[in-house]
């Protein structure tokens, strides 16, 4: 996409947020109002998907190293999916009423850096897993959550999980609010300069209404690259199950 939906995808901005950033002035304020004329949210439409996702399979769990049981688990709630043109691997996120809102997809060929989201998503509900404790786990891409849940196996399923497909803190808010038993909210974003600042950003809004924090940080820069590469036992330490930073 253009630079506004860059800002939107990597630092969750707004559209009107976007615009003021990139413009900062009345210029700005006058091409929100001209654009919002115009702009209409697209209808969200599944696209084709494939009667068989070889492809998909491969690339999670030989590539990306994810751990096969747990990508078979999505798999048999239709979280996982696979598109038919061109075999995108897709993250499904669906509604509490089990209705599909959202599809992100990304390239199934390895070294290929293909993301999007297909028009009309809804970033309330990004792709994720509802337990039943009191405890969610939020991180940037799906990839990463399926390999912090592969490296902590243990009873995965009675914690929660997001993948905010980016920085913005829409699809936690939005599964708090589905789930009043949510009192944990474990921040597990990338190890690099934008992660950090969301981090923060995300920890100060929870802080201020009473939410307990804690904050999980990759040895190296995402937790895919901690899956396909262990850190040494020192640099493991921090990334014991919510002990790390407490907030």
């Not at 100060?204 to 924090?213: D, E, F, P, R, S």
Request: proline share 4%.
């Amino acid at each position: 996409g253009g630079p506004i939906q860059f800002m939107q995808h990597f630092y969750g901005m707004s559209f009107r947020d976007s615009v003021k950033h990139l413009l900062d002035g009345e210029e700005g304020h006058e091409f929100i109002q001209a654009e919002h004329s115009v702009r209409e949210k697209p209808e969200f439409k599944v696209p084709p998907l494939s009667k068989n996702m070889h492809r998909t399979f491969a690339y999670l769990i030989k590539t990306r190293g994810i751990d096969a049981e747990v990508v078979q688990h999505f798999v048999g709630e239709k979280k996982i999916q696979e598109t038919e043109e061109h075999h995108n691997v897709a993250f499904c996120g669906y509604d509490k009423n089990g209705e599909m809102k959202q599809m992100h997809l990304r390239s199934t060929i390895p070294g290929n850096r293909f993301f999007q989201d297909i028009d009309g998503s809804d970033k309330q509900f990004y792709f994720r897993h509802e337990g039943t404790d009191n405890e969610v786990y939020v991180f940037e891409a799906p990839i990463d959550m399926l390999s912090y849940i592969s490296m902590h196996k243990d009873g995965w399923q009675q914690h929660s999980y997001a993948a905010a497909c980016g920085v913005s803190d829409r699809v936690l808010f939005q599964m708090m609010a589905d789930n009043p038993s949510i009192k944990i909210v474990c921040l597990c974003l990338d190890n690099d300069d934008g992660g950090r600042k969301a981090t923060q950003r995300i920890s100060a809004k929870l802080y201020a209404q009473g939410v307990n924090t804690e904050v999980l940080v990759p040895s190296r820069k995402d937790w895919n690259e901690d899956l396909l590469y262990p850190p040494t036992n020192t640099e493991s330490e921090v990334n014991t199950p919510c002990q790390a930073l407490r907030c």
